[in-house]
């Protein structure tokens, strides 16, 4: 990540500096030959109007013209030969070949073409413009000029100047590497120590959490993350709660069987009587121990969430008719009144079996939790969203204090009580669970001793 960012800051950097200044300094160069070669030759028509006229081009003996061409010589610092139409050299500034010929590709072409050529030698640094010798009245070809300067000093401040960029474009490299190394650092740093934090937390240090101040969306990542992180625990906590108490509540109907079982067998001569009354009582406890697995597995079940829901349009009316002729014998066996109330009737999507469970368990602890003679009313109604169903009785009512628990696994107000009719602490939960996976809700509204009202709302239709 790091060394990406360090290339992406030196190719911006570097890269087009290099090809700016490349581009400039040809240009440079190109534009000052180019204006040398316009002087050269202004020069050469001044020497080609008064060449033509004088008979220097034959014998070359001119003290005032020879004057002037080593005069242009010297202002350009080069070299200027003149040639006549036989190619005999008639002037060399250097005077090293006068009276030679001079038989080169460029003076034949000037002198049959009639025109000028420049040759702009870069390797060996210099420029060579030959100019032509022309009559101006015949047009006849009398000669040419040859005129050849060193280009060194043009190239020479091209280097000096590639130098300096060069030197800049160094220093330029060196203060971003700094740059974005510190910049890339400030980048990457808290996107680092989050992911130490997190490695860490997956290592099992659980409790820690993440802090990371100053960097807003980090911090922002870092706090849904610590939000995350406390579901979890508690989600872990109360796994670890349930494992417990699952472990408690299967071994206590054993325990007493273990009891029961080990009196029989101390005692030698135990009666038949005896006997017989114990296996009742071990038939009982085995019967909670296999009502305990029931409770736990249909909880288990629920909890594997929406995948096995079989959803189908079904009477709510029937339905609740059904679970109360169930549990009306339990009810008359302490003559409790069961009534049942419909404002309309009702069709909805839902899970038939799991939503006849959860109804049941109210109807059923609207009966366990009740007093001799009571009465429990069931109420159905409907608006165009949702059918409300209300489980009311006459019964014990539930303190304030406990109301907020009374949906969690095995949470029981009273033990004994609850344990003497059957109870598991897991019918709530159950019930609560599956109006969850219908998208209700469900509240209790209860007073010790008068009580206790059971309201749940769940949609006609069922959205997945
Ligand atoms: N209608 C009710 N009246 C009074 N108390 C109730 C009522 N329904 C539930 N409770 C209390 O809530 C506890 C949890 O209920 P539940 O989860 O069904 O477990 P269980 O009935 O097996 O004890 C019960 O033990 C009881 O103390
Ligand atoms: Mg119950």
Redesign the pocket.
């Known amino acids: 990540m790091r060394i990406y960012l360090l290339l992406a800051f030196i190719l911006l950097g570097v890269v087009p500096l290099s090809f700016f200044t490349y581009v400039l300094l040809n240009t440079y160069e190109e534009k000052t030959i180019n204006s040398r070669i316009e002087e050269l030759k202004s020069q050469g028509m001044i020497l080609s109007n008064i060449l033509y006229k004088s008979v220097y081009l034959t014998n070359g003996s001119d003290p005032v013209i020879d004057a002037n061409i080593n005069r242009i010589a010297d202002i350009y610092d080069g070299r200027i030969i003149i040639v006549n139409n036989t190619l005999m050299i008639v002037k060399d500034t250097y005077s090293i070949a006068k009276d030679k010929y001079l038989i080169s590709d460029d003076v034949i072409r000037c002198l049959s073409g009639n025109t000028v050529i420049p040759v702009n030698d870069r390797k060996a640094g210099h420029l060579k413009l030959t100019y032509p010798i022309t009559h101006k009245d015949t047009k006849e070809i009398l000669g040419a000029i040859v005129m050849s300067f060193s280009t060194k000093d043009i190239h020479s401040i091209r280097s000096s100047m590639e130098q300096r960029v060069l030197l800049f474009a160094i220093t330029l490299a060196v203060l971003i590497v700094v740059f974005s190394v510190f910049f890339s650092g400030i980048l990457t740093k808290p996107l680092t120590s989050l992911m130490h934090s997190i490695n860490h937390i997956t290592e099992g240090y659980m409790d820690e959490g993440i802090s990371i101040k100053g960097y807003n969306e980090i911090e922002k990542i870092s706090d849904a993350f610590n939000h995350m992180l406390s579901q979890m625990q508690k989600l872990e906590s109360s796994r670890q709660e349930f494992v417990s108490n699952v472990s408690h509540e299967l071994k206590t109907p054993i325990t007493s069987i273990k009891v029961l079982a080990d009196s029989l067998l101390a005692q030698e001569d135990a009666p038949v009587e005896l006997y017989r009354e114990f296996l009742v009582d071990i038939v009982d406890e085995i019967d909670r121990e296999n009502k305990i697995i029931n409770d736990l597995l249909s909880l288990v079940k629920l909890d594997k969430k929406a995948g096995d829901m079989h959803i189908a349009q079904v009477n709510i009316n029937e339905l609740l008719e059904l679970i109360l002729k169930r549990l009306r014998p339990i009810a008359q066996k302490r003559n409790i009144e069961m009534i049942f109330e419909s404002f309309r009737p009702v069709i909805a999507e839902v899970d038939e079996v799991k939503l006849s469970l959860a109804i049941s ?1 109210l109807i059923e ?2 009966i ?2 009740n007093v001799e003679d009571g009465w429990v009313r069931v109420s159905l109604n409907a608006d165009h969203k949702y059918f409300f169903i209300k489980v009311a ?1 006459s ?4 303190p304030e204090s406990e109301q907020d628990f ?1 949906f969690e696994r095995f ?4 033990k004994a009580r ?1 344990r003497e009719s059957g ?7 159950i019930t609560k669970s599956v109006i969850q996976m219908h998208h209700g809700a469900i509240k209790v509204y ?1 007073k010790e001793g008068e009580g ?1 009202t059971f309201n749940v709302r769940i949609p006609l239709n069922y959205v997945s």
């Open positions: 368990n602890n609207a366990k939790y009785d019964g014990i009512g539930i009374i949470y029981r107000v009273d609850s109870g598991t602490g897991l019918g709530l939960a209860s206790t």
